[in-house]
């Protein structure tokens, strides 16, 4: 079977080959894409097959999809273009009779109405459409989202005291791992977010706990967090989106009950203490 990721480049599809390995798969049926293969040398240089692929140009879709069995679609970042981006890759994955199709998609993304889960609704849609057997990662929220703010004296947001059950993308890349290498795949939905849900004031005590300085959490208004991502230099629809998620967090929407993720994975998925500790390293 040879399992072809996309977005190896990234910071996740990246994670995701490297538990493909870990779980033994060898390194010449695991096919690693990017826009740019030079990002992924160091993977070619262990033996995974590497080879070019854009979400925006078929042609180079249908090239990486040659002989592969079951594929991993990680979501674009490009907010706004990943429906016709991810359109491109089912269709390329379709007339290549792609036996499996896994799909990093949202937490709740099909009861969700955060600014996000629109585009993986949609994505959702176009499997469903495509005919293409498919399997649905609904990720939580990434740690990493959070932890990659520190170290700092004063963590902004304006999720109030909502409870996010968030795993690191570790824990995610390796469900997906487990999923691509499982059998009878087809129609499911996982529900993936951490065993244990934190507030952002849980993570501004474990950041002050371990660093030994004082750290705070400082819930803003919705439209004053906007003003301080921008300020900060993010762009506004991007800022928008971050605080439409903390809006999000406020209402439940990134929180689960659900076990799918440390069920996947086969152990409890990773503590905050344990993310933050790497984040301050």
């Given at each position: 079977?040879?399992?072809?990721?996309?977005?190896?480049?990234?910071?996740?599809?990246?994670?995701?080959?490297?538990?493909?390995?870990?779980?033994?798969?060898?390194?010449?049926?695991?096919?690693?894409?990017?826009?740019?293969?030079?990002?992924?040398?160091?993977?070619?240089?262990?033996?995974?097959?590497?080879?070019?692929?854009?979400?925006?140009?078929?042609?180079?879709?249908?090239?990486?999809?040659?002989?592969?069995?079951?594929?991993?679609?990680?979501?674009?970042?490009?907010?706004?273009q990943r429906v016709a981006q991810h359109r491109n890759v089912i269709e390329a994955a379709a007339r290549a009779g792609v036996?499996?199709?896994?799909?990093?998609?949202?937490?709740?993304?099909?009861?969700?109405?955060?600014?996000?889960?629109?585009?993986?609704?949609?994505?959702?849609?176009?499997?469903?459409?495509?005919?293409?057997?498919?399997?649905?990662?609904?990720?939580?929220?990434?740690?990493?989202?959070?932890?990659?703010?520190?170290?700092?004296?004063?963590?902004?947001?304006?999720?109030?005291?909502?409870?996010?059950?968030?795993?690191?993308?570790?824990?995610?890349?390796?469900?997906?791992?487990?999923?691509?290498?499982?059998?009878?795949?087809?129609?499911?939905?996982?529900?993936?977010?951490?065993?244990?849900?934190?507030?952002?004031?849980?993570?501004?005590?474990?950041?002050?706990?371990?660093?030994?300085?004082?750290?705070?959490?400082?819930?803003?208004?919705?439209?004053?967090?906007?003003?301080?991502?921008?300020?900060?230099?993010?762009?506004?629809?991007?800022?928008?989106?971050?605080?439409?998620?903390?809006?999000?967090?406020?209402?439940?929407?990134?929180?689960?009950?659900?076990?799918?993720?440390?069920?996947?994975?086969?152990?409890?998925?990773?503590?905050?203490?344990?993310?933050?500790k790497s984040a301050l390293a």
């Amino acid at each position: 079977m040879t399992i072809l990721v996309t977005g190896t480049s990234g910071q996740l599809g990246r994670l995701v080959v490297e538990a493909l390995l870990d779980r033994g798969v060898a390194a010449d049926r695991i096919v690693a894409t990017a826009r740019d293969t030079s990002a992924v040398a160091d993977l070619a240089a262990r033996g995974v097959v590497t080879r070019a692929a854009d979400y925006e140009d078929p042609a180079s879709l249908d090239a990486a999809f040659a002989g592969v069995d079951t594929a991993l679609l990680v979501s674009s970042n490009a907010v706004g273009q990943r429906v016709a981006q991810h359109r491109n890759v089912i269709e390329a994955a379709a007339r290549a009779g792609v036996s499996l199709v896994a799909y990093t998609s949202l937490l709740g993304a099909d009861t969700s109405d955060l600014i996000l889960a629109a585009e993986h609704t949609a994505t959702e849609d176009l499997l469903r459409a495509s005919g293409v057997p498919h399997v649905l990662l609904r990720n939580g929220w990434y740690v990493e989202n959070h932890t990659a703010q520190l170290p700092a004296a004063v963590i902004h947001g304006s999720a109030g005291d909502g409870r996010i059950s968030g795993a690191t993308r570790a824990d995610y890349a390796e469900a997906a791992a487990v999923v691509l290498t499982s059998p009878d795949q087809a129609g499911k939905v996982y529900e993936l977010g951490g065993d244990t849900a934190y507030t952002l004031a849980d993570l501004a005590a474990e950041a002050g706990a371990q660093s030994g300085a004082p750290v705070a959490y400082r819930d803003l208004s919705p439209a004053d967090h906007v003003a301080a991502l921008t300020a900060a230099g993010l762009p506004a629809p991007f800022a928008e989106v971050l605080a439409d998620s903390d809006r999000g967090v406020r209402e439940g929407r990134l929180r689960t009950d659900s076990r799918d993720l440390s069920t996947l994975i086969g152990r409890p998925t990773t503590p905050l203490s344990d993310a933050v500790k790497s984040a301050l390293a």
